[in-house]
């Protein structure tokens, strides 16, 4: 799926004569009243929901769970574009919603960025669309050289709210929780249309969080003869599973890829849920007819839109996608983003602490036992209470340091830049923090702890979207149900108290769906990691990691030094953490490699010591 959102303004035809849209020779067109161009792309005709009354029109591009019939009556008594902010949270699922009031535009994606918005200036007046690159060719927008060095913090980019910018010029994306509105003139602002909720519902106050989960996957399921859903064997995609299953007119393919060695908890709980799941194709996929990690390199990517987040899988998505095909499904459902959203971390308890500390005092006590913390460092975690701004501030200036796994209480996931930073870069990224410091930035909601979920969420959907570019070729698209709107809001809504027990692995999901799930799948304590697969393909692709390290477009820019690189890749490592920084440097290398104008860019690199 792809399109562009044009303004009710004569300029916008022009936008749209200007660059033929890339892979769209003769793209659909939906109009404004006035006749003028509004809508343009491609989609199936299944993702798509369109009701309009008078100069009132609205669209719903994706998987939206909702009657048409409701959404055109709230849709007649919308007078202004904020009057769609209740509609808005209506439909389940994941999808862009679009309108047009006599002439005014309003566009939002999810608040995962499953469905993303962009938007630019083109022409003298703001075109928005589902794809950076897209709208990069429209306004003849460049690379970002100084985005492209913030694209190398791991583990997942620059934190909140460098997170919504681009490695394009002048191409930009609301705010988490924000929407974009077009005026008949062309100009535009983004708008604040969401908050978070407060975290005061108890589990036992309705079946709300089942209720959004089955709904989410509805959305996928509905109208689709066959659904494909991974069978991991871990708790969330297993738990997508059993729900798909009992969708109406709807046959369920499950795919699970072994792990290297071939044992492990979640083999046997996939086994287990198979056969549970009798009605249901399973396909297991052995080691063996799997593609490393890492592999292959030298192919161009099915969207440029930037540098891709997991890029060492790669391959796998590709191979998964066929395999999705093959089973006759154009949907995959994947467990992703359930362990943010239902695994309690230490800042659910850091804020449990100040809510209940009665309630907090005993899982305090299992996770220093877990993590093996010390009472200075537990007291230190807990007694932690910096501002969003003061915090992020300190980012700023620990950007070099060690990190501290599983301590220290943080908003987000700290961002470190690798070992083979250039000083210049390093310098670059340091400044843009900074200045992002100086702006005074709010946090995504007052919490830490829903803060740093509603932000992880947005790094997962990141991972979804991007995955689906890359399921396109196979007429594959890739959904999370974990991370839709409607079931992110029920579980931020959740208590803290009760999203913590001893005795569970993530209890709000096991309560969501007890009697969904086998008792024995639902209470497990423990998952596997993913370490084997990734030392396997490190080791049978160190030839072709090296060889790629020779000669660098990011070395070339200036941002990285390759012989630091390459000690990394030349290391023996007692684990996967020193390789965490190395994902976002092949992502942005292999992504710069793909663009015809890369190779123009020549820049010396600088001393490689921050």
């Not at 003298?124 to 690159?133: C, P």
């Not at 997991?310 to 499904?329: D, M, N, W, Y």
């Not at 030349?570 to 092949?586: E, S, Y």
Request: glycine content about 8%; charged content about 25%; proline content about 8%.
């Amino acid at each position: 799926m792809e399109f562009v959102v044009l303004p009710d303004h004569p300029a916008g035809a022009e936008v749209l004569a200007s660059v033929p849209s890339p892979g769209l020779p003769r793209p659909k067109v939906l109009e404004h009243h006035s006749g003028r161009p509004w809508l343009v792309g491609d989609w199936p005709d299944d993702e798509i929901v369109c009701v309009g009354t008078g100069p009132r029109r609205l669209v719903l591009l994706g998987c939206a769970g909702v009657d048409p019939g409701s959404l055109a009556a709230r849709l007649d008594r919308a007078r202004s574009l904020a009057d769609l902010d209740d509609l808005a949270r209506l439909p389940a699922g994941s999808f862009h919603l679009v309108a047009s009031l006599d002439g005014e535009v309003r566009v939002q994606g999810t608040l995962s960025t499953a469905c993303q918005v962009f938007y630019t200036r083109a022409a003298g007046v703001t075109v928005a669309a589902s794809r950076a690159e897209s709208l990069a060719a429209h306004a003849g927008a460049g690379i970002d050289e100084e985005r492209v060095a913030l694209e190398l913090l791991s583990p997942f980019g620059p934190p909140a709210p460098l997170s919504e910018g681009s490695v394009w010029r002048g191409v930009r994306s609301p705010r988490i929780g924000h929407c974009l509105e077009i005026h008949r003139d062309g100009t535009a602002r983004t708008r604040r249309w969401w908050t978070p909720p407060e975290p005061e519902r108890r589990l036992g106050d309705g079946d709300f969080v089942r209720e959004a989960l089955f709904d989410a996957v509805a959305a996928r399921t509905a109208g689709q003869p066959t659904v494909s859903a991974d069978l991991s064997g871990g708790l969330d995609s297993t738990s997508l599973c059993f729900v798909a299953a009992r969708s109406p007119g709807t046959d369920l393919a499950t795919l699970h890829y072994e792990g290297h060695g071939g044992r492990g908890e979640d083999l046997a709980h996939a086994r287990r849920a198979a056969e549970a799941l009798p009605q249901a194709r399973h396909l297991v996929v052995p080691p063996t007819d799997t593609p490393d990690w890492y592999a292959p390199f030298e192919h161009t990517p099915h969207d440029r839109e930037g540098p891709l987040m997991f890029v060492r899988a790669r391959a796998t998505v590709e191979h998964q996608a066929g395999l999705v095909a093959s089973l006759g499904a154009r949907r995959h459902l994947q467990g992703v983003g359930g362990d943010e959203l239902f695994l309690p971390g230490a800042m659910c308890l850091h804020g449990l602490l100040r809510r209940d500390p009665v309630a907090a005092l005993p899982h305090i006590r299992a996770l220093r036992a877990k993590r093996r913390w010390s009472l200075a460092t537990t007291a230190r975690t807990m007694a932690a209470s910096p501002s969003y701004r003061r915090w992020l501030a300190d980012e700023a200036d620990r950007l070099v340091a060690d990190r501290s796994w599983g301590s220290g209480a943080s908003w987000e996931v700290p961002a470190r830049l690798p070992p083979w930073i250039t000083r210049d870069a390093a310098s670059t990224v340091r400044r843009l923090m900074r200045e992002a410091v100086a702006a005074d930035p709010e946090p995504l909601a007052a919490l830490p702890v829903q803060h740093e979920m509603i932000w992880i969420n947005r790094v997962n959907g990141t991972v979804m979207r991007r995955n689906s570019s890359i399921g396109a070729h196979a007429g594959v698209t890739f959904h999370a149900p974990y991370t839709d709107d409607r079931v992110l809001e029920a579980v931020l809504s959740v208590r803290l108290a009760d999203r913590v027990a001893t005795n569970r692995l993530k209890p709000v999901l096991a309560r969501a769906l007890d009697g969904v799930v086998p008792t024995g799948i639902l209470h497990r304590t423990g998952k596997d990691d993913a370490s084997p697969t990734l030392y396997a393909g490190l080791r049978r692709r160190r030839g072709e990691l090296l060889d790629l390290a020779e000669d660098t477009r990011l070395a070339r820019m200036g941002l990285i030094d390759t012989a630091e690189l390459r000690r990394l890749l030349l290391a023996t490592h007692a684990d996967t953490r020193p390789l965490m920084p190395f994902d976002p440097t092949l992502a942005c290398e292999l992504w710069l490699r793909a663009l015809p104008a890369a190779g123009a860019t020549t820049a010396a690199p600088s001393s490689r010591t921050p």
